[in-house]
């Protein structure tokens, strides 16, 4: 599967926090590292930003967040569980309707191989 530029930095960014820290952490660990490791590579983005829900024209604050959003090009959601579920998948759809974020990582750090926790996502 080929994935644009963007999207392949951002992957080769959570390799290279995986290779170093490998499975086990918590979420906020892996959160920190990339967050360093997109900083380095001149990725801009932001982390833990608020995702307000449009409700009849008003923007309501209603506690959800992204883990991090690249540039308003891409939402990465973190997870460190035994294996995704649909409710994961879910979470990360919704979570680019509601930023009108056409792109979405999903990425598992709680496995031996990243390659075989990361899922992308195209609206």
């Known amino acids: 599967m080929e994935f644009d530029e963007l999207s392949n ?24 590292c990339l967050s360093f490791e997109l900083a380095n590579a001149g ?12 409700y009849k024209g008003m923007k309501l604050d209603c506690g959800y967040r ?8 891409i939402i990465i959601e973190l997870k460190t569980v035994d294996g995704i ?12 309707k509601l930023s009108g974020v056409k ?9 031996c191989r990243l390659k075989d926790g ?4 195209v609206l």
């Open 9 to 32: 930095k951002v992957i080769g960014c959570a390799l290279e926090v995986h290779k170093k820290l490998g499975p086990g952490l918590l979420e906020s660990a892996y959160e920190k």
């Open 43 to 54: 990725l801009r983005h932001e982390v833990q930003k608020d995702l307000p829900v449009e």
């Open 66 to 73: 992204t883990d991090i959003i690249i540039d308003s090009e």
């Open 85 to 96: 579920l649909p409710i994961h998948e879910a979470q990360l759809l919704t979570y680019m």
């Open 103 to 111: 792109v979405g990582l999903l990425i598992n750090f709680n496995v």
């Open 118 to 121: 990361i899922k992308r996502f």
